[in-house]
Each structure stands twice: as C-alpha cells, then as structure tokens.
C-alpha cells in the first residue's frame, strides 16, 4: 500500500503565492504518473495539472502561474502556485500512480489540503 502526505496550503490574499508538495512512502517500485486536482465546493474534482516522464500538463486556468515539479529520489510532487485568485479555493489532492514492489498497480490519493484565496 502506498501513502501521500500532503503539506502546504492555507489562506493567502488574491495575487499571493503557496506551495503544496505531496509524500509518498510505501513499497514502490516504479512512479508512472503525478500530479494535482481539486474540487471547490459544489464542483467535481477537476484535473490542476500532472507530470509524467513524457513531460507535463496543465489546467487552461493556471497555465503561466501554477508550476509542477517532482523529486524522483525522495518520491515528492510539490505545486508552486503563484498569482493566486479567489476561483483557485478549493481543496487540492495530489495523486500518484504507479507499480509497488510486489508488481501490482497503485492510484493513491492524498488527504487533501485547502486552499484559500481571499479578494
């Protein structure tokens, strides 16, 4: 079984910044996919952004101000948000996928962390 912890998040003003970044522990044996979502209140969860070995992918609404990146040797995802808006609220998960090491396919979520932006 694979673990995320998530850090990071809080209240910031419109136009700040925060940085959310998401641990993974456990028997793993190979990261496929990581990346970002959230959900605001009464919405579905929406894709943020993802990081693959192929490259990365964002959102329409936070390209040019949100910035994935990960550490390989520690297994953590972290998301530089910058120039922050009050439609960026929601509560961000971060997501993993990949192979443990006993060969079995791994989608794990992390607690969740809000985010609020006041105007």
């Known amino acids: 079984q694979v673990q995320l912890v998530e850090s990071g998040g809080g209240l910031v003003q419109a136009g700040g910044s925060l940085r959310l970044t998401c641990a993974a522990s456990?028997?793993?044996?190979?990261?496929?996919?990581m990346g970002w979502y959230r959900q605001a209140p009464g919405k579905q969860r929406e894709l943020v952004t993802t990081?693959?070995?192929?490259?990365?992918n964002y959102a329409d609404s936070v390209k040019g101000r949100f910035t994935i990146s990960r550490d390989n040797a520690k297994n953590t995802i972290s998301l530089q948000m910058n120039s922050l808006k009050p439609e960026d609220t929601a509560v961000y998960y971060c997501n993993i996928r990949g192979i443990t090491s006993t060969i079995v396919d791994f989608n794990s979520w992390g607690q969740g962390t809000q985010v609020t932006v006041s105007s």
């Open positions: 456990g028997r793993i044996w190979r990261i496929n996919d």
């Open positions: 990081i693959t070995s192929g490259g990365t």
